[in-house]
Every structure is written in C-alpha cells, then in structure tokens.
C-alpha cells in the first residue's frame, strides 16, 4: 500500500525524505519520551541534514496545532456519536486522547514539517560507506 517515494511513506514511517532509507529519529518509538526529539544529524544513506538552519523544526508547532485538532475533532465524533457520550465525556474523551498521543503528534508534525520542504529523489546518489 504504502511505497517508498510517496511523501505519505516517509510522513508516517519518520523516514529520511528524500532516500526513504533510514529513520530519522534515533529511537523509533515515540513513547520512549526522553528521545522523541533526538534526530540523526544526517540520513546516513544519502546525507540529508535534517536541521536544514537552526530552529529549523520550530514550524512544526504550527502543524502540530493543526494535527492536534484533527485528533481532538476525531475524539470527539467517536466519544459523542458513536458511542453516545455526553459532552461532559466527550470533552474528558478529547483530554485523554491528546495527552496518550501527544508522543505520536510531535513526530508526524515533525515528518508533515520536513516533508513541506524536501521531495523523494529515486536518483540521489547514495553515501559510500
């Protein structure tokens, strides 16, 4: 379903965007909380610098808002229609929500942000080891 060259793969795998071939976070589970900003420097296949200037991922605040809405708004259509919770619930289902996925939030506005700015490339020549 998902294939590498499709910006969709590397947003939801967190991987390089321009060669898809390796993380750029050097711990992959998001819950692992003291790391979930720890990046490779470069892609150690193709040498992408994924800080492309200083405060690069700051912009990813700004998707990370976005993507926060779209999880609370999900919480919220499952919490009060389709299980028929009252607002009081929804809103406590909205709560528990952000706060179990924030981890996951951080990381995919993170991929969305870097992703903004950098395309696949099947025909980049990769490092020598």
Not at 96 to 108: E, H, S, V
């Amino acid at each position: 379903m998902l294939k590498k060259g499709n910006k969709l793969y590397s947003i939801l795998t967190g991987s390089c965007p321009r060669c898809h071939q390796e993380s750029m976070y050097l711990d992959k589970n998001p819950y692992h909380l003291g790391e979930i900003f720890k990046m490779h420097e470069r892609c150690g296949h193709c040498n992408l610098k994924y800080k492309i200037e200083p405060s690069f991922f700051y912009g990813a605040m700004y998707v990370s808002y976005g993507v926060g809405i779209a999880f609370a708004v999900a919480a919220f259509v499952i919490a009060k229609l389709f299980i028929g919770s009252t607002l009081i619930q929804a809103f406590i289902a909205i709560v528990i929500t952000m706060i179990a996925f924030m981890p996951i939030i951080m990381r995919l506005s993170r991929n969305i942000w870097i992703n903004f700015f950098i395309s696949y490339d099947s025909k980049v020549k990769l490092k020598k080891s």
